[in-house]
């Protein structure tokens, strides 16, 4: 298993740009998510997923989209970047019980200038 | 607002030693506090996870301690080697059907000198 897969691992865009940030877990798990992590503010939780077709928002959902059209894959879309978009981001997944294991995958560090 | 409060924010220990890494909650529903370690450039990993109905959890060299009435719970790492140089999130979640959401703590960068 490849567990969670992340792509690009680092962008650099221009204010005003867009982008797809890319997901996929081999792991058939129902519960997907994104994170994003700056200094000081540890993780904080965009958007998440408990099954394809099923999306809600998190802590910080302003200027991102998402969608789970299958099960394998959570893509992250910034439609208009801003600077303070920039961060490390980062996908995690697991199955539905919130008492098993969250997998991360190796995150997308984006830089918005 | 944070949910989950977690301190220190750095902290070094010589090789063998006790690394100490506390967190306190505000939300009495939290019923799941998992651990993780973030090696730099990767992604988070859990590391140990404990629910409120015990008090202490010890994987090796790795304990949580839980204080339900203080609404507190911390990380022991016994015997502090250098590869535990690594930044430590604390967490917490409510059970919600499969809804839940983990929220973290601001996390520990923790060194281990020899």
């Known amino acids: 298993n490849a567990g969670v897969t992340q792509t690009p691992k680092f962008q650099v865009l221009k204010t005003g740009q867009s982008m797809t940030l890319q997901c996929a877990q081999d792991?058939?798990?129902?519960?997907m998510s994104w994170y994003r992590q700056d200094p000081g503010m540890g993780l904080r939780l965009i958007h998440y997923?408990?099954?394809?077709?099923?999306?809600d928002q998190g802590e910080v959902p302003n200027g991102y989209n998402v969608s789970r059209s299958t099960t394998e894959d959570f893509p992250l879309r910034l439609l208009s970047a801003a600077p303070s978009q920039t961060s490390v981001y980062f996908c995690a997944s697991r199955v539905t019980d919130h008492s098993y294991e969250q997998y991360f995958g190796p995150g997308t560090r984006l830089t918005v200038t | 607002q944070q949910q989950v409060k977690q301190s220190p924010q750095s902290l070094i220990v010589q090789k063998g030693g006790i690394s100490i890494i506390n967190c306190a909650y505000e939300n009495t529903a939290f019923d799941y506090f998992p651990w993780y370690q973030q090696i730099p450039g990767k992604g988070p990993a859990l590391l140990i996870a404990?629910?409120?109905?015990?008090s202490e959890k010890k994987e090796g060299r790795f304990t949580i301690s839980f204080n339900k009435s203080a609404k507190q719970f911390s990380l022991h790492i016994m015997d502090s080697q250098p590869g535990d140089s690594a930044t430590y999130f604390c967490a917490a979640s409510v059970s919600n059907f499969g809804n839940e959401k983990l929220t973290f703590g601001t996390g520990t960068r923790l060194t281990i000198i020899p």
């Open positions: 404990i629910r409120p109905d015990v």
């Open positions: 997923s408990v099954g394809a077709g099923i999306t």
């Open positions: 792991m058939n798990h129902e519960y």
